[in-house]
């Protein structure tokens, strides 16, 4: 499934009623492959998605505020700030039947075009001014393409134009009685064959055309009937041609599996959406919301991952030295051997074979030729007290070990929710102080902190959440008082939330938004239903020597509730 010549008409027409006259208010490096912009038109913000990722290139509105999902702007980014932001949307366009939209934009230094050209494996962005490059997202040289380079300072050159194609407005029966006699390979489809020689004619629309000519999608080319087919590419295509849209989604077992402008009959599922961008983003998705930063997550996850591996490795083996004592008892037998027997070891002597039990084999125990018997005993006794110690040592190092798990699983908590860039430095910084995370070249972190939300209920109660450790530090021991209630999701990591009581009894319902407050901003977010305990700030503590946000806490109660965020809750909240 790819974004078609044909869906990007009609996106073009929904950019020229929607968009064209708008401000671009700012520029959004969303990550690696793709921009964002903001754009005042029609009287509100509207968010344009311009992605020129190799797989999955797309050109859409979207409903949400797009975010940076890059800590530092790209190079291209930079330009675009320069450019266009404060500029506004003159034109778009699109070449006869090309799988290319052209934004054209009056700047702070001129006009300038901005293209998007959203094909798979060669997909790219480009800034054009006069015909040149200024820049490009994807730099394609001679040696990369040796009809087509994409470089800054070259002159832009559209896509070569398809000149062995049939325009589909005018496809006759008998321009397809010699498309399908023709085709060498006996098993190739009637809907292959459409695809590779009518202009415009993707494989989902190609099916579709064979589907009403046939009644079956994947009819042989050499069993189709070319009038039925032109016929049925006509019904098609003439809507289309008069530029009536009917976008819509494929659902299937609850996702969507395809898009389209037109009706489509071969799928089952078809359902009809607002918008040829409603569709899109149904199809994709939207950068939008802490997925955002998914790509920036990632390799913070994985350290965190290899921490808690390596950690797991020295609890077990901690664990297990409590119960092996057999290794410690052979030690200390040893040294008593050698006294039972120091009368008969000779000087020199290298090894002792004991006799230490009627039945079982004698015991191999190596000796110390420069030392005397006595020293030889002297030395297992040491090494067995050396071994004792540190069994009475291990208690502690388990419980070290333990907290030291327990603040992995919380930073990684706090990763999974953070939603902006101080959230994540904040769990960098973090591993950079445990000496598990080195910062990345040019970036400086902790510059900025995070703050945790607050909310103030309708009926005036005040409502703290905390997002990851620092902020629960913070909402639980600085906003926090005796009396005020304190949330927090049962036996998994998650949010501190803190009602205040300045506003009088805390009523129930407070009590429960506030739940789902702190359900939602855990590791259970997911679950329908979650166990929230609630007790007062007076009855959490600190547990010592244990990383910011670990807290225990007695005379709780529990509920049970569902997960719902602060714009779930809105009617709510003031």
Known sequence: MYLDAITLSALLDEFMDGLVGGKIQDVLDVDEDSIGLEIYASHRRQYLLLSADNRTPRVHLVPDKLRRGLPKPTQLGLLLRRHIEGGHLLHVSQPPWERVLQFDIHGTEGEVSLI????????????????????????????????????????????????????PSEVTGDDLIALLTNADDPKLKAAQALSRKVLGISPLLAREI???????????????????????LHAVAEPLRRREWQPGIVLKDGAVAAFSVYPLQHLDGWEPVESVSAALTDFYGTPTGPEAYAAAKAPVMAAITEARAKLGAKLASLQNSMTDDKEREQIKMAGEMILGYQYAIQPGQTELSAEYEDGLPPMKIKLDPTLTPLENAQ????????????????????????????????????????????????VQGILIGMGLWKAPPGRRLGMTHSVPIRLVTRDGFVIWVGRNSRQNEMVTFGKGQGDDLWLHVRDVPGAHVIIKSEAGVIPDHVIELAAGLAAYYSARRADGKVEVDVTQVRYVRKIKGAAQGMVTYKNETTRTVQPRDEKSLADQLM
């Open 116 to 167: 998007i050209e959203p094909m798979e494996r060669r997909a790219n962005l480009l800034l054009v001014q006069e015909g040149i490059i200024l820049d490009c997202l994807r730099r394609v040289g001679a040696a990369d393409n040796r009809f087509r380079t994409s470089l800054p300072g070259r002159p832009y050159q559209p896509p070569p134009p398809m000149t062995d194609r049939l325009d």
């Open 210 to 232: 064979v589907f009403r000519a046939t009644g079956a999608p994947d009819t042989r080319a050499a069993d189709a009937d070319p009038n039925a087919l032109a016929e049925a």
């Open 379 to 426: 030395a297992y006794f040491s090494r067995y007290n050396k071994a004792k110690r540190a069994l009475d040592d291990v208690p502690t190092l388990i419980k070290q070990t333990e907290q030291g798990l327990d603040h992995l699983d919380l930073l990684a908590s706090d990763l999974e929710l953070a939603s902006n860039w101080p959230e994540i430095d904040e």
